[in-house]
């Protein structure tokens, strides 16, 4: 299953404005006077292009060696399968060991999770992976999100958008203000996300399937939002 990026364009501008007309900022020129300050934001949603997974095997033992034995060899064996998928990057997540006491706080026991974690935008690729996997595994977590190649893209052409906002506020304040100008007294660029909670559903068997195989799943990665803010003062020459 192929994955489109889809763009759907958000453009909004919005514009919170405090005058500042006696004390002026430490790195502003030179009056310090006739200070404006506002924010202008762009934003954009964008499909999310990547799928996270965890996934883990818990065990318990009588001693904690035959514990650690018994995790690390499933952990063994899925990084055996994952390596069929090379598409999915695949690395050891957490690992975390208890000891079960009895009721006079003896130890009886130990209890032990490990867990797998995957990261791809092969859709595809990750959900028979998933699949098999969970034929020994358990389902921690699954999310998505916009590969970081795909969102610094596109931060980048949003920093430019809120950049002319925040120019074009500036001249819409200044002829509200009756200034014969303004200069920038400072601007910083802020990005931000939003990730939506994703939909999945589970597969159904094919008919005349005679194993028991996990199936895999459709995944519905949805979108998310990039935004970027511009905030600033400038001074208006009057």
Do not use: C
């Not at 990057?89 to 208890?98: E, H, L, N, P």
């Not at 939506?196 to 195989?213: C, F, L, Q, T």
């Amino acid at each position: 299953m192929k994955t489109t990026l889809l763009n759907k364009a958000a453009l909004t501008t919005g514009t919170a404005l405090l005058l500042t007309t006696m004390m002026g900022y430490a790195h502003a020129e030179p009056t310090g006077y006739d200070q404006l300050t506002f924010q202008t934001e762009v934003k954009e949603e964008i499909q999310n292009d990547e799928v996270r997974a965890s996934l883990y095997k818990k065990a318990q033992a009588a001693d904690s060696k035959t514990l650690a034995t018994t995790l690390n060899t499933a952990i063994n064996n899925a990084m055996k399968i994952a390596k069929r998928y090379p598409s999915v990057t695949v690395s050891t997540g957490q690992q975390r060991t208890y000891p079960r006491y009895d009721k006079n706080d003896k130890i009886i026991g130990w209890t032990g999770q490990a867990n797998i974690d995957l990261k791809s935008t092969d859709f595809a690729a990750t959900s028979q992976l998933i699949a098999d996997l969970q034929e020994t595994l358990v389902m921690d977590n699954l999310n998505f999100g916009v590969s970081d190649t795909k969102k610094d893209a596109l931060e980048q052409k949003l920093m430019t958008d809120a950049s002319r906002a925040f120019q074009q506020q500036a001249k819409n304040l200044t002829r509200a203000w009756d200034a014969r100008g303004y200069r920038v007294v400072s601007v910083n660029l802020n990005t931000g996300s939003n990730y939506p909670r994703p939909m999945y559903s589970s597969m159904n068997m094919k008919a005349g399937v005679a194993d028991e195989s996990v199936p895999s799943q459709n995944f519905e990665s949805g979108n998310s939002t990039i935004s970027v803010t511009a905030n600033g003062t400038i001074e208006l020459n009057k």
